[in-house]
């Protein structure tokens, strides 16, 4: 019977990305406290310089609460279109060295090297002259983490940023997940973690200990996943062109909205965006969802799945309206409305999750 064989993943993450490439284009904000976002009075931060980070500043905060955790914050507008082609960079970096790369987002992947390996360099090498070429290419830092999982691998690579390179081997992974929080494993959130707090597991060891079926009776399918991560084992591949599951827009507002006839206004260009995306890509859906975050900061959607796939604007923009119209009245101030597009007929090579264009 043969020896399975041990993957060689590399996780590659940009450092504070966007905030970095913001204090790269601009000297006057190099070392000093940056959140790219909205307005200081009723914008989110999409991002925090590690300066800002320093007092507590972090990405999806509201942007009052990160002005009083740090006053001499200094909020810089989003340039989506630069942070595109920047990442467009460092994914052409990618593929000089693997065909295998399972992008997240615009500042993160997954690179599967193992058949790259006859190359002579070590995957640890490999990660290297990635982050070599990525300094060299956009003058920015990447962290890496090297393993032979794809959990081990973004665990490694958060673990000495920034411009860190952290690698674990396969006899070291038990050790290294068992001395955990499980607050510190990617996937498991805040509300999870307390939840797992509450029923005496605190550490990856305490994790390990809980048998599957515990696990699935508290936390459903998922504890299949805590159960094997618990015992550093991660079956999932690098997968290339993963199906993106929707593609949405959304905008934060500078005052919080009461009435009908404004938030119509501030729906059509979320409708446009996510339309303009479906001419180009050739992505037809079924499920439209819209998305409400309230003054207070309660958050929910609504979604209507139509009998076919939805084939033009005025029936996007049809179907959004009446999410909205539904939800009247109001019960108090709109400060976000999002629109998104999913079940999809057709997808491009792009990554997984949810696209969103930002406004």
Known sequence: MEEPIIRK?????MDAFYASVEQRDNPELQG????????RQRGVVAA???????FGVRSAMASSIAVRKCPDLIFVKPRFEVYKSVSGQIRAIFAQFTPLIEPLSLDEAYLDVTDRLESGMTATQIAQA???QIRQTTSLTASAGVSY???LAKLASDYQKPDGLFVIKPHQGLAFVEQLNVGQFHGIGRVTASRMNQLGIYTGLDLRQQSETFLTQHFGKVGHHYFNIARAIDPRPVTPDRERKSV????TFDQDLTEHADLLAELDPLINSVW????????LGRTVTLKVKYADFQQITRSRTAASFIASQPTLRQ?????LAALLPLPKGVRLLGVSLSSFKAEPATTAGQLTLDL
């Open 9 to 13: 993943i590399i996780h590659i993450d």
């Open 32 to 39: 000093k406290p940056v959140a790219v976002g909205g307005s």
């Open 48 to 54: 925090a310089s590690y300066e800002a980070r320093q």
């Open 130 to 132: 990635i982050k070599d």
């Open 149 to 151: 999982n794809k959990f």
């Open 248 to 251: 949405g827009s959304e905008t």
């Open 276 to 283: 303009s995306y479906c001419e180009r890509t050739g992505i």
């Open 319 to 323: 179907l959004s309206h009446e999410l």
